[in-house]
């Protein structure tokens, strides 16, 4: 019986976790949707226009913070802030590349979090090594693919590398997103990817602009975010329950 009882508690506890979780991501969630309704492929660039843009992430930077306290700082709650920096950044065309360097130091701070101690290390598996040697294959052919694009432009000399290092770097961090057990960390970092690569085929000029194209950046974008915060409270979550688990 007390077993039973034990496990009803903790079930109890998980639920009532889930919902003060999704309370709390109620502002994401809301100035996310605002954005979506406010934005218009003819806004001019303006402050407001970025504050409307990055709010969502700096809301889930306030959440991780708050659920994970400082430990995050140096790893995802750091590097929601920097994106949110970026996301002001690409709203000017011409802070393009301090943008790009905002998020490249997010995705160094979320790899930072990633072989922290509290994600479940799983490289060894069969699966794991398979899912690496996709991406680095991804990531190597994509940018192959879009160097003759980046030659074109005006600024090659200073964009061709810059790029290539923010390649190595959002590679870098899906890879050991890849390395963690963390399904919403996987997840997330696959969907960053995503919207990275939707951006830059329109950015680079590969494709014609396309009609829901920032639609699809940006969903997948806040997606992105929103998985990799959600895991990162997880991991610190199970950390948390293991430790009481070995004094118990």
């Known amino acids: 019986m007390d077993i039973l009882e034990t496990h009803a508690y903790h079930r109890r506890q ?47 930077a306030a959440v991780v913070l708050s659920w994970n306290g400082g430990q995050s700082v140096l790893g995802v709650v750091g590097g929601l802030v920097f994106s949110a920096v970026g996301d002001c950044c690409l709203v000017w065309p011409e802070l393009f590349l301090h943008g790009m360097g905002a998020f490249a130091v997010a995705h160094l701070l979320y790899s930072v979090s990633f072989l922290s101690s509290r994600y479940t290390k799983n490289s060894s598996s069969c699966w794991s090594r398979f899912l690496y040697l996709i991406l680095f294959m991804v990531g190597g052919g994509y940018y192959t693919f879009l160097f003759p694009f980046l030659q074109k432009d005006p600024n090659s000399e200073v964009l061709t590398p810059a790029v290539g290092v923010y390649f190595v770097l959002i590679t870098l961090m899906g890879l050991l997103a890849a390395r963690t057990s963390n399904v919403a960390t996987l997840l997330g970092s696959l969907s960053f990817m995503v919207s990275d690569a939707t951006l830059s085929l329109q950015v680079f000029k590969v494709v014609a602009p396309m009609q829901h194209g920032n639609t699809v950046v940006m969903v997948t974008y806040y997606l992105a975010q929103l998985l990799i915060a959600v895991g990162d409270m997880q991991a610190v979550e199970d950390t948390d329950e293991f430790s009481k688990w070995k004094r118990s």
Do not use: D, E, H, Q
């Open 14 to 60: 998980r639920r009532n976790k889930s919902c003060a979780l999704f309370l709390s991501l109620l502002p994401f969630f809301l100035s996310a949707a605002l954005y979506f309704y406010l934005w218009t492929p003819a806004s001019p660039p303006s402050i407001m226009s970025a504050g409307v843009k990055s709010a969502p992430v700096l809301l889930l």
